[in-house]
């Protein structure tokens, strides 16, 4: 189906007078000036919503023009179009397009870091967000452990840290059952900890760390162990524990 919508956005694209070539894209306006993605979906992204299309179908097409694109640029003109006054995208269609990218056996900087900054560090979206790229389907990862949904899982929780506590807590409860999430948990509770956004209770995030399987050498383990085991609940509250922590465990 990603294919299917990244060649639909390449012939949106094509009839926009936009081509790619081989070290970018060109436009027919101005043939002889190479563009860069990001360039192309700065300038053309956000017209995917102004197409006569069903709402549904609008995301579809932007859906195909970030995986064509590869560029966050083009997550932003999602989010935008999704807050415009004549109504939200539906929800199925919007993060449906965000769980398949995040199961894609490819990278996908551009999803993670539009989840991260946009949608889980605004506290008004970062409950919903979270329950629909992973917190609803957690007992379904568990039971199934496919690797497209554990590819998911780890993805979300790498960049899980700015999510409230009461939020993420039962589905990082629920992923301590499996190993092979234990990293990314710890890159979640880590990113908890660092986050300008980072949320996490202290005594709760370290019995979590104390049930993950991980390499003794790990870094900042032992750093961010000591801090827990202190009560500290953010690096931006107390800024001289890390400091104290990477002293004591050095």
């Not at 081509?19 to 700065?42: F, I, K, Y």
């Not at 939200?88 to 965000?98: E, F, I, N, S, T």
């Not at 986050?195 to 370290?206: R, T």
Request: proline share 4%; charged share 25%; hydrophobic share 45%.
């Amino acid at each position: 189906m990603e294919m299917q919508a990244m060649e639909a956005a390449r012939r949106w694209l094509a009839d926009q007078g936009v081509s790619q070539v081989r070290d970018g894209w060109v436009s027919a306006e101005a043939p002889d000036v190479l563009l860069t993605a990001n360039q192309v979906a700065h300038a053309w992204a956000g017209d995917v919503f102004s197409e006569d299309l069903e709402a549904a179908d609008q995301a579809q097409l932007a859906f195909g023009l970030l995986d064509l694109l590869d560029d966050y640029w083009v997550t932003c003109e999602i989010g935008f179009a999704n807050r415009r006054a004549e109504g939200a995208m539906p929800d199925d269609v919007l993060w449906d397009g965000y769980r398949r990218r995040l199961e894609a056996d490819r990278d996908v900087e551009a999803v993670t870091y539009s989840l991260w900054v946009d949608w889980f560090e605004d506290h008004t979206t970062s409950a919903t967000a979270f329950a629909e790229v992973l917190g609803n389907d957690m007992d379904r990862v568990v039971a199934e452990r496919s690797e497209a949904l554990l590819r998911r899982a780890r993805r979300v929780l790498d960049c899980s840290g700015p999510v409230p506590w009461p939020v993420k807590e039962p589905t990082y409860r629920t992923a301590v059952q499996l190993p092979a999430l234990h990293s990314a948990l710890f890159k979640g509770l880590r990113a908890g900890y660092h986050d300008v956004y980072g949320d996490l209770e202290p005594a709760a995030a370290l019995a979590l760390l104390d049930q993950l399987n991980l390499p003794a050498d790990t870094q900042h383990l032992a750093q961010l162990r000591h801090v827990l085991a202190a009560g500290h609940k953010n690096h931006y509250r107390s800024p001289r524990a890390w400091d104290d922590a990477v002293r004591s465990c050095s």
